[in-house]
């Protein structure tokens, strides 16, 4: 019941295209959901999350969309660029477990020029 | 713009010997966490750390691992007696109260061999 599911795991998609990565949860518990972005050899980086209160947050070319009802959430990626490619990880947490965050397994995301 | 730091960015170590991995969290952050990604798999909770005491911890953190603040701004975690499974890139990650958003530091790759 702690999984967070991610799919899928590989994604190549042309520059200027939108990317979609999809995950579930089974845990009604979590009320966080962030997304981070890894580059080989760094740490993950927060791009943006969302609470369940709202159904859709946008910033900038990153746009999360959350489906209480269906406990799902997907991140999307607005006129890809090929500094955009790297490994996204989404992830659920609450605070009944004092945040500690239950991760995806990743996407690797390739933009080709 | 603050960040998390870890040192050393790399630790080679034999199997069997202690290992202590060091992270400075950002300076007004008060919540501390411990994660761990093994080569090309996603990323696991092991510890979290509050008012100099552990919050939560995952069935990956045994015996064999502990953590401490040992002054103001230093955040470790040791290892005690190596095991070739507990090769990974191990993550520190701190935040604010009342806020959800965690930040990570660059990692520490740890090789036993």
């Known amino acids: 019941q702690q999984q967070v599911k991610q799919s899928p795991q590989s994604l190549i998609v042309q520059k200027g295209g939108i990317s979609i990565i999809n995950c579930a949860y089974e845990n009604t518990a979590f009320d966080y959901f962030p997304w981070y972005q890894q580059f080989p050899g760094k740490g993950p980086a927060l791009l943006i999350a969302?609470?369940?209160d709202v159904s859709e947050k946008k910033e900038g070319r990153f746009t999360i969309s959350f489906n209480k009802s269906a406990k799902q959430f997907s991140l999307h990626i607005m006129d890809s660029q090929p500094g955009d490619s790297a490994t996204y990880f989404c992830a659920a947490s609450s605070s009944g477990s004092n945040y500690q965050l239950i991760w995806g397994a990743g996407t690797k995301l390739i933009i080709k020029p | 713009e603050p960040e998390v730091t870890q040192t050393p960015s790399h630790q080679v170590t034999q199997m069997g010997q202690e290992v202590i991995l060091r992270c400075v969290p950002i300076?007004?952050?008060?919540?501390f966490y411990w994660y761990r990604q093994i080569l090309g798999q996603k990323v696991e909770f092991l510890v979290s750390?509050?008012?100099?005491?552990?919050?939560?911890k995952s069935e990956i953190f045994d015996d064999q691992f502990s953590v401490e603040r040992p002054d103001g701004s230093n955040f470790t975690l040791k290892i005690r007696s190596t095991k070739l499974e507990d090769s990974a890139m191990y993550f520190c990650a701190s935040r604010l109260p009342m806020n959800y958003e965690q930040y990570f530091g660059p990692g520490t790759r740890l090789t036993v061999t």
């Open positions: 969302i609470r369940p």
């Open positions: 750390f509050y008012n100099n005491e552990i919050s939560e």
């Open positions: 300076s007004n952050h008060l919540y």
